[in-house]
């Protein structure tokens, strides 16, 4: 089912990729624009975990370096029964994390050096068994891949604003004219978005329930979900703001702008998502608070 809903998602930004090239320079813009799509998809199975950690600065760390952080992964990654995946920190104030990588074999976690100042152990275990979830349900590929083409439609359309109006005649089929152009630059990542949203609302809260069976506790990741939402609203991530596509990667959103595109959420609400969380708690008698103090 994972690889079945990819290919869809990619079949939908490459007819986006189609459209617009046709708009630019009719058939001739349309047989550039899918060869140009094909090896955008070929580029971003095999690379794009590598182009977002890479975006965001992500450095590679290990048992060495952080001890802490790196064990916890790998009794969580024991836990759920999967490879040990990489683990990442960002240098960035904003708490936030996500996973990549194109399969279970070949995944990594990053988190951000907020998330680590703000958190508990326990609530730092919530947020990681979510990512875990991702990486075990093989969301990261379908999360990795649409992100970085859904940012290349966006540049294409900002390349239709600009050059459109320069194409062939429009007799010829090409060539969208200065307004043509201004409502591609508009509608184009609207349309990249909805395809994003296509990565169902669900997918957040099957990977909120699942984390919260390998982390034990439904309540860490319950109370670490309010921390990040406050945190994220309060303290921006410009490199996030900079590239808007990724934003579904992460455990929260990550952006503050209000775009068009982001009237588009990709994220469920926080508040369902704790009710769930502690509804869960409750069918499992747990009511225990988390104790332990932030990270040290």
């Known amino acids: 089912m994972p690889y079945v809903r990819t290919v869809l998602l990619l079949a939908a930004l490459t007819g986006i990729f189609l459209v617009l090239g046709a708009l630019i320079a009719g058939r001739e813009g349309m047989i550039i624009a899918f060869f140009f799509a094909l090896a955008m998809n070929l580029f971003a199975y095999w690379n794009s975990d590598r182009m977002v950690l890479s975006m ?5 760390v290990d048992e060495a370096s952080a001890p802490q952080l790196y064990g916890l992964v790998r009794d969580l ?3 759920a029964g999967l490879p040990m995946p990489k683990v990442y920190m960002i240098e960035n104030d904003q ?12 995944a990594a976690v990053a988190v951000n ?3 680590m100042r703000l958190l508990s152990p326990e609530e730092v275990a919530g947020v990681l068994a979510h990512e875990l979830s991702h990486v075990r349900h093989r969301d990261t590929l379908t999360m990795t891949m649409t992100a970085v083409i859904a940012g290349a439609v966006g540049m294409l359309a900002n390349f239709a604003f600009f050059f459109g109006g320069a194409g062939r005649d429009r007799r010829e089929g090409g060539g969208v004219g200065a307004l043509g152009g201004l409502l591609v630059m508009l509608l184009a990542p609207i349309a990249a978005t909805l395809v994003q949203l296509a990565i169902s609302r669900t997918r957040e809260y099957e990977a909120d329930r699942k984390g919260a069976e390998i982390a034990g506790n439904p309540l860490w990741l319950a109370s670490a979900l309010g921390k990040l939402e406050r945190g994220a609203q309060a303290i921006d991530n410009p490199v996030a703001e900079g590239h808007p596509a990724t934003a579904h990667m992460f455990i929260v959103n990550p952006l503050h702008r209000q775009t068009l595109a982001g009237l588009f959420a990709t994220h469920p609400p926080i508040a369902e998502r704790i009710r769930r969380l502690e509804a869960m708690a409750a069918a499992q008698g747990q009511s225990e608070p988390v104790r332990r ?3 040290g």
Request: no cysteine; glycine share 16%.
């Open 95 to 106: 708490p936030n994390a996500f996973a990549t990588g194109r399969n279970p074999q070949h």
């Open 293 to 295: 103090g932030p990270w």
């Open 113 to 115: 050096t907020g998330l």
């Open 77 to 79: 990654a024991e836990r």
């Open 56 to 60: 965001y600065g992500a450095r590679e």
